[in-house]
């Protein structure tokens, strides 16, 4: 079956949001202000099931997609993951299902994960200093319990890659100190440039820390040499250190933007189907799954995927980035 869209990028990749809450208020991603306590989150019974879940998965690999990736708001939040991630590892043509998430809560679940299927998790820490990441999560954690997050992942034998985002005037100084801390570790630290999702974060071009910016940084200190992509659509621009063994990686969504390789489609946990992180509209599978079949499914998916010509980022511009969007706690990381 044809999983092309209108530029030739094949359907590979799905993002499902379990949930669109959050225990943090991340100022970038769900500012508390915004986020406040009268915010209205989905209702528990407008979450796709496990079962609705596993049946729109199935459907995606049947459309050639091998990689899962759980996020959110925070995925961990959500009940009894385990059980999805068991459901979704038994997936024909399903080959990798990784999770993002604060890590606050996996002291308390890297095990049953891992026994689950999981194989990998992607921990986001944008400080290494308490009192910076205190003001950045909005919820004065420090960084201790993600730390312990990051432990128990290895421990239970998850592979472990960490997420930063940097913001000027934010964390363009935690740079540094992350690295020094992570680089002796086996762990990837990637580095995501500061991006304009949804309407609440105040987003501007001035703000943007680019890779360029951040690797002139890290050039300073770090004797460091760029690594081959590992596959098609890699969206990370890796490199090693010379003297140790951790790894860092861009995600350079601004400066260099990858929408000829973007494979990507992603599930909210209300059971959108959204063709691009940037979009202003998502398409309701819900009646869909009424219908009770994967072909049928399928096929929709294969009809939205092929009309596709999704490419924000390529053409971002002053203009552009102030139109409506949907939010990224909502249509999930
Ligand atoms: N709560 C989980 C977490 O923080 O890892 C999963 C969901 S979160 C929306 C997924 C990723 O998106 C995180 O690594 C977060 O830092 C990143 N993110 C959120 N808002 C962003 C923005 N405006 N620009 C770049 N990355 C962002
Ligand atoms: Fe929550 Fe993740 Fe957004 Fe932070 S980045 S507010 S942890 S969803
Ligand atoms: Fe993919 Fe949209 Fe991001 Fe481009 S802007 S890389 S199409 S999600």
Sequence with gaps: MN????????????????ID?????????MPAEIFGVDHEFMNECDLLSFEEIEMLATSFAHLGVKKIRITGGEPLL???????IKKLVNIDGIEDIGLTTNGIYLPKY????????????????DAIHNDVFKGINGRNVGVSPVLKGIDAAKRAGLGVK??????KGMNDHQVIPMASHFKDQDISL?????????????WGFQHVMTKKEILNQLTQHFDLSPVDPNYFGEVAQRYKYQD?????????SVSESFCSSCTR????????LFTCLFANKGYDLRDLLQANSTSQITNEIQKIWSRRDDRYSDDRNEANTSRKKIEMSYIGG
């Design 3 to 18: 999983n092309k869209d209108m530029y030739k990028r094949p359907l590979q990749d799905l993002r499902i949001s379990v």
């Design 21 to 29: 809450r959050c225990n943090f208020r991340c100022t970038y991603c």
């Design 78 to 84: 959500r009940k009894d993951l385990d059980q999805l």
């Design 110 to 125: 890297a095990q049953q994960l891992k026994k689950a299927g999981l194989k990998r998790v992607n921990i986001s820490l």
């Design 162 to 167: 960490l997420n930063m985002v940097v913001k």
């Design 190 to 202: 990637r580095f995501i440039e500061y991006m304009d999702v949804g309407n609440s974060n105040g």
């Design 244 to 252: 140790a063994i951790g790894e860092i990686g861009f995600i350079t």
């Design 265 to 272: 489609a992603r599930i909210s946990a209300d059971g959108k």
